[in-house]
């Protein structure tokens, strides 16, 4: 239900945007400038097979909002939702070519990415996959968005509502078997001596050198730290490559707040995990990506701005 729910808020979201895309107008003394902001052109999504309805709509209710065309490639695990989606936006009355599905394996994106016609590519995938195709579409110009892998730490302190926290880490774990690139598979505590966490998916005693702490598992399994200072957690927090989420349970606010300015994530929680309204930008840092989806965000990388100067008197050149 989210997969889907969440595409229906981005639609609606950005249709409403498209109309407030206006110019703004800069006093120069006499003269004056404007800024107006024009679409890139054709626009390419290649789209994830975990979340593929949302993951479509993410990239092209921004990239139609602001005037563009978009090729959309769906996994090849799941080609069908990006059809319905066609069919939808096409009896809302989206123009006819507007919105165009390509089918395909691994090669067809990347002749995609590499076509001199395509302004923009947008992914959403692994970490290979993403260097793969920036490599292509940054050697050609062209304007890229990757959201790409995570290994995202979630960290505990010791007057947080434990239910709570509790139930962050599970959301952040376990939601859709575990299947989602911003979940919280490093969680750390202040856990007492002589205790564990028991369960068959949870692994407790884990160090920061172990596959399992440093590597995307994208399935059902937490790994589990424990840290003595504030300072030791920040510094595990950020022992990673990656920097798309990060979480942080305690009632103490401020320290929150603290803590949140310090860690490497572009997308952070405070006493809640993975909540990804539209009006919230998201994206990735480090090897987690370029970019960013969802809010005005969006809008900057789906456009470009043209800046024009208007003289209101004789030009004269002094030089």
Not at 18 to 43: F, K, N, S
Request: a negative charge.
């Amino acid at each position: 239900m989210a997969d889907a729910a969440s595409g229906a808020d981005n639609l609606e979201y950005f249709g409403c945007q498209a109309a407030t895309l206006t110019a703004d107008h800069i006093p120069l003394g006499g003269d004056w400038a404007y800024t107006q902001r024009e679409p890139l052109g054709v626009c390419l999504g290649i789209g994830a097979w975990n979340y593929p309805i949302q993951i479509a709509c993410w990239k092209a209710a921004p990239a139609l909002a602001c005037s563009n065309a978009m090729i959309f490639r769906p996994s090849e695990i799941t080609p069908l939702t990006a059809l319905k989606l066609a069919e939808i936006l096409t009896e809302a009355g989206v123009p006819a070519g507007l919105f165009n599905v390509v089918q395909g394996q691994r090669e067809t994106g990347a002749a995609l990415t590499g076509h001199p016609e395509i302004a923009k590519v947008s992914l959403t995938g692994s970490v290979p996959t993403g260097r793969a195709m920036a490599a292509v579409a940054v050697g050609q110009m062209k304007h890229i968005t990757m959201e790409l892998s995570g290994k995202s730490p979630l960290l505990v302190f010791d007057d947080a509502d434990i239910d709570s926290a509790i139930s962050g880490a599970i959301l952040g774990n376990f939601y859709s078997t575990g299947q989602v690139c911003s979940n919280a598979t490093r969680v750390t505590a202040p856990l007492p001596d002589g205790k564990a966490w028991i369960s068959p998916v949870v692994f407790a005693d884990v160090t920061d050198d172990m596959t399992i702490a440093r590597e995307e598992m994208f399935g059902p399994v937490m790994s589990v730290l424990d840290f003595d200072t504030k300072e030791e957690a920040i510094a595990w927090a950020n022992g990673t490559e990656f920097g798309l989420a990060a979480g942080v349970f305690t009632q103490d606010l401020a320290r929150s707040h603290r803590v949140v300015s310090k860690l490497k994530a572009s997308t952070c929680w405070i006493n809640a995990y993975n909540l990804t309204p539209v009006e919230m930008p998201f994206g990735g840092v480090g090897q987690s990506g370029i970019g960013r989806e969802n809010s005005r965000a969006a809008i900057e990388h789906f456009s470009q701005l043209k800046a024009v100067y208007v003289s209101m008197s004789p030009f004269r050149n002094d030089y």
